[in-house]
């Protein structure tokens, strides 16, 4: 089955304690992304990467590192969190074509910073 | 960067009535515009989505249309069901692909009372 992967699905971590979120997919898309979703303010991308060893910040990296060194996994790092970055984070994936394609999201984690 | 409003950001509406969802834009070079519904506790699905090229867009009860001069964007689901309950994002993208750089509205929350 086509599908995005995450884990955790839920985690509450303390403030300062580095975390890692992982993200794999098995269709071989190229773009890869994170996105923060907090209510009312939407879904705000994080970072994204257009293939391996490629990434670039989206709207809101500030606090978060990602890295690509495989095609299928796109990690998603927090050296040292903080109470802010408690949020609902989607992993997202898609290939680079036109056409009626959208990102395929994973399951989310809802990451509480305490 | 863009900025993606969107409005009402939430909406009832009555068993087989129209629902309509508005978005504007400011980025003039956008050039794709995707809505994603997103049910309760589950991932965002694209549902339809709209090139600059083209004015309007169908599928089934679900229509977008573009005004690229007005800059903005409207989702309309016709003979509304309860299925249809859920959270729609409208986003907007320079790429044609909507891969990177995809910014989302803040979303519409849409209640269909059997």
């Known amino acids: 089955e086509a599908q995005v992967t995450q884990n955790p699905r839920y985690l509450i971590t303390v403030t300062g304690k580095k975390l890692t979120v992982t993200c794999s997919q098995n269709?071989?898309?190229?773009?890869m992304s994170w996105y923060r979703q907090d209510p009312g303010l939407g879904l705000r991308q994080i970072y994204y990467s257009m293939n391996v060893e490629v990434t670039d910040k989206g709207d809101v990296p500030e606090g978060y590192k990602v890295s690509r060194k495989e095609k299928r996994n796109f990690p998603l790092i927090l050296e040292s969190p903080s109470p802010n970055q408690t949020s609902l984070y989607f992993c997202?994936?898609?290939?680079?074509?036109?056409?009626?394609?959208?990102?395929?999201f994973g399951s989310g984690t809802r990451l509480t910073v305490v | 960067g863009e900025n993606v409003e969107q409005h009402p950001s939430t909406l009832s509406v009555q068993e087989g009535d129209s629902a309509v969802i508005k978005c504007t834009y400011s980025?003039?070079?956008?050039?794709?515009f995707p809505w994603y519904k997103q049910e309760l506790g589950k991932r965002p699905q694209l549902i339809i989505d709209i090139r600059s090229n083209v004015g309007e867009k169908k599928d089934q009860r679900i229509a977008v249309t573009l005004n690229k001069t007005a800059k903005h964007f409207s989702l309309h689901i016709t003979e509304t069901q309860p299925e249809d309950s859920a959270v729609y994002f409208c986003a907007a993208s320079r790429d044609q692909t909507g891969a990177n750089n995809l910014f989302f509205g803040t979303g519409t929350r849409l209640t269909v009372i059997p």
């Open positions: 269709m071989n898309h190229e773009y």
């Open positions: 997202a994936s898609k290939a680079p074509r036109v056409g009626n394609y959208g990102y395929t």
């Open positions: 980025d003039s070079a956008s050039n794709y």
